[in-house]
């Protein structure tokens, strides 16, 4: 007894983070990777479901649904899009309110109960299509309102479930311990790859089953995952550091809203020191934002009736949330190409031929798996070999930056397009070749290994993207609204969703009226999804060129008195 009391004296504490009885969380007994490692197995557990579900469901609606082309890949995307923006609702609810572990609970329970619900509605049509009963309209549109809502109730699931695992798990590395910060930034790669391996799973077993035994059983499997995802994040909650915030009375949101609604309020004063706002957070390099951002210091000032100024900490905050935006922006732009390979790059799989192996036919939307194939390799290759010699090139512990890694993502996305629409020429081609214009049933004599490099290609944009992404809003928000800072990245993904679907929608409308061949004709062999790709490629492109300009202007925010290096 007398030894672990020595034990716990001499264990350092974690200061801005309590255990799971509410005492301060010590550094040896809690957190790092051993919680961390629980935290990832959950989440691969969540992306083998969410995937299970979103990788096939362009083939479940124009299949047993019954949809066209071009409607089924604007609700894959709206649903996508949906699924991607709750998270900012979820996140909300979590630094606001319930805290990140309890509504991560909650989150499942809902998720859990969504995909119960799909795999009913699942088994439902399948009794409808065997049976050919005299209602079978009327019971098929009730089964079609159950199978919406339960795909929602998944969205609305991994909406409050996605950010705040995430963050969770990079809370269990110390930001003010310079080993503990490097291995957060070690934390985004690893639990990118790993999850992959989820996701990879997911689209070779789950993919098959959906496709040649039954679609019930494929929604299913997810379900029972899901399940078990939980029941793994709930054995390590005594090795788990909880933030202080979730024990804070005082809201961060409410916190850095004051300060907008006291700035305005104190439009019109003039500041004493002019310069107060650029140097709340300037890094001693230049003069890099004025007038619109400066008019956040004057929250700083008394107002007119005496009204109580915001603390310094407040409006950096806030002047940190808001110099976020631009970034936010051009990473939607940049996005939308991703949103493709779950819709069209899967369809377009279904033309060509898919035997790998003598009397063996891979399923098209498996091709996915391609996209963990490449993570798989990319991560470690990224931390093995590429971290390395980017440190020994530019002398900084972290090799790029933040903004760098993104951008790096953005050229090799606009890239992508390029091959896809390369790929898809050759595709229409030999389509016009052999004659098979007219036949969309058949075959286009043409090997789907022509679409591995896209997928592979998507996997690199992941790892330098995606993740640089997620690293970099999770780092540069509040620590309080960590959960808000990763959801914003997730947003930007669903937004660029919703822009997709909007595009389709308008391009399916200009080039199909007066009955010309539109550029999503259900028969693709008619279509022309390569001038939709390149239309992507020019916008990625366009999205890329304003990144570089406003990342050019960006200065880090000071987290803990560590300024990092510029963009």
């Known amino acids: 007894m007398a030894i672990e009391e020595e034990v716990a004296f001499l264990e350092d504490y974690v200061s801005d983070s309590v255990d799971h009885r509410g005492v301060p969380?010590?550094?040896?007994?809690?957190?790092?990777?051993?919680?961390?490692?629980?935290?990832?197995?959950?989440?691969?557990?969540?992306?083998?479901?969410?995937?299970?579900?979103?990788?096939?469901?362009?083939?479940?609606?124009?299949?047993?649904?019954?949809?066209?082309?071009?409607?089924a890949a604007v609700n894959v995307n709206t649903w996508s899009g949906t699924a991607s923006m709750l998270p900012v609702v979820g996140a909300f609810v979590a630094d606001a309110y319930l805290g990140r572990y309890r509504t991560i609970v909650i989150a499942s329970?809902?998720?859990?109960?969504?995909?119960?619900?799909?795999?009913?509605?699942?088994?439902?049509?399948?009794?409808?299509?065997?049976?050919?009963?005299?209602?079978?309209?009327?019971?098929?549109?009730?089964?079609?309102?159950?199978?919406?809502?339960?795909?929602?109730?998944?969205?609305?699931?991994?909406?409050?479930?996605?950010?705040?695992?995430?963050?969770?798990?990079?809370?269990?590395?110390?930001?003010?311990?310079?080993?503990?910060?490097?291995?957060?930034?070690?934390?985004?790669?690893?639990?990118?790859?790993?999850?992959?391996?989820?996701?990879?799973?997911?689209?070779?077993?789950?993919?098959?089953?959906?496709?040649?035994?039954?679609?019930?059983?494929?929604?299913?499997?997810?379900?029972?995952?899901?399940?078990?995802?939980?029941?793994?994040?709930?054995?390590?909650?005594?090795?788990?550091?909880?933030?202080?915030?979730?024990?804070?009375?005082?809201?961060?949101?409410?916190?850095?809203?004051?300060?907008?609604?006291t700035a305005y309020k104190n439009r019109k004063l003039n500041l004493a020191d002019p310069g107060l706002g650029q140097r709340l957070l300037e890094d001693g390099s230049s003069l890099k934002c004025k007038g619109w951002l400066e008019c956040l210091g004057k929250a700083l000032l008394p107002g007119e009736g005496g009204g109580e100024p915001c603390s310094r900490k407040d409006v950096e905050d806030a002047m940190a949330l808001v110099r976020l935006i631009p970034i936010w922006i051009t990473s939607v732009v940049s996005t939308i190409p991703y949103a493709q390979y779950s819709t069209f790059f899967t369809k377009q799989g279904v033309t060509v031929d898919r035997k790998i192996l003598p009397g063996f036919e891979i399923p098209p939307a498996s091709f996915q798996s391609f996209i963990g194939v490449s993570i798989l390799i990319s991560v470690?290759?990224?931390?093995?070999?590429?971290?390395?010699?980017?440190?020994?090139?530019?002398?900084?512990?972290?090799?790029?930056?933040?903004?760098?890694?993104?951008?790096?993502?953005?050229?090799l996305s606009s890239f992508n397009m390029v091959v896809a629409a390369l790929v898809e020429t050759k595709r229409l081609e030999m389509a016009k070749e052999y004659g098979l214009v007219d036949r969309p049933e058949a075959t286009v004599p043409m090997s789907i290994w022509w679409f591995v490099p896209q997928y592979l290609l998507l996997g690199m944009i992941d790892v330098f993207s995606l993740v640089g992404t997620q690293e970099f809003f999770y780092d540069q928000v509040p620590t309080e609204l960590r959960s808000i800072g990763l959801a914003l990245s997730l947003s930007a993904m669903g937004l660029s969703s919703f822009l997709s679907g909007f595009l389709i929608t308008v391009i399916n409308w200009v080039t199909g009226k007066d009955g010309g061949d539109s550029w999503f004709n259900t028969n693709l062999n008619r279509a022309h999804v390569d001038y939709f790709y390149w239309l992507l490629a020019a916008f990625t492109a366009i999205g890329f060129l304003a990144f570089l300009f406003f990342s050019r202007l960006y200065v880090y925010r000071r987290v803990d008195q560590v300024q990092e290096q510029e963009g």
């Open 380 to 411: 470690p290759t990224y931390e093995r070999v590429f971290l390395p010699l980017a440190r020994y090139i530019t002398k900084k512990p972290f090799g790029i930056t933040m903004l760098q890694r993104i951008g790096a993502g953005m050229v």
């Open 25 to 71: 969380a010590g550094k040896l007994s809690t957190g790092g990777w051993r919680s961390a490692w629980y935290i990832i197995g959950v989440e691969v557990g969540e992306r083998f479901a969410y995937f299970g579900i979103a990788s096939n469901l362009i083939t479940y609606l124009t299949g047993p649904l019954g949809q066209s082309t071009a409607t």
């Open 109 to 261: 329970l809902i998720y859990i109960l969504g995909l119960g619900l799909l795999t009913l509605s699942a088994f439902l049509i399948l009794i409808r299509i065997s049976e050919q009963r005299n209602d079978a309209v009327k019971t098929f549109f009730w089964v079609n309102i159950l199978f919406f809502c339960s795909l929602y109730m998944v969205a609305i699931g991994q909406g409050g479930h996605k950010p705040c695992v995430q963050a969770f798990g990079a809370d269990q590395f110390d930001s003010r311990d310079s080993k503990e910060r490097i291995s957060r930034g070690s934390f985004f790669n690893w639990w990118f790859m790993t999850l992959s391996a989820g996701i990879t799973l997911s689209f070779l077993v789950v993919v098959y089953v959906q496709d040649n035994i039954s679609w019930a059983l494929g929604f299913g499997i997810p379900c029972l995952f899901m399940v078990m995802a939980l029941a793994l994040f709930l054995l390590g909650r005594k090795t788990y550091r909880y933030p202080k915030e979730d024990y804070k009375e005082k809201n961060a949101l409410a916190r850095i809203s004051r300060v907008f609604f």
